[in-house]
């Protein structure tokens, strides 16, 4: 049960706030690399000259 409107407003503008500061964390990391192509640059034959793409 919420007591007061205050206490309600904190929760809710942490909650953003939050949430804010995940997704700019989140967006300033670099990506994970696709793991198909990763793969296939791993385990060609030798001798063979990468694929660009």
């Known amino acids: 049960m919420i007591v007061n409107w205050q206490l309600a407003v904190a ?5 953003a706030v939050g949430l804010g500061l995940f997704l700019v964390v ?6 994970t ?6 793969l ?4 060609q034959p ?8």
């Open 11 to 15: 929760v809710l503008g942490g909650a």
């Open 26 to 31: 989140r967006e300033a990391l670099p990506a």
């Open 33 to 38: 690399p696709a793991l198909g192509p990763a």
């Open 40 to 43: 296939r640059r791993l385990h």
């Open 46 to 53: 030798p001798g063979q000259a990468p694929v660009a793409g």
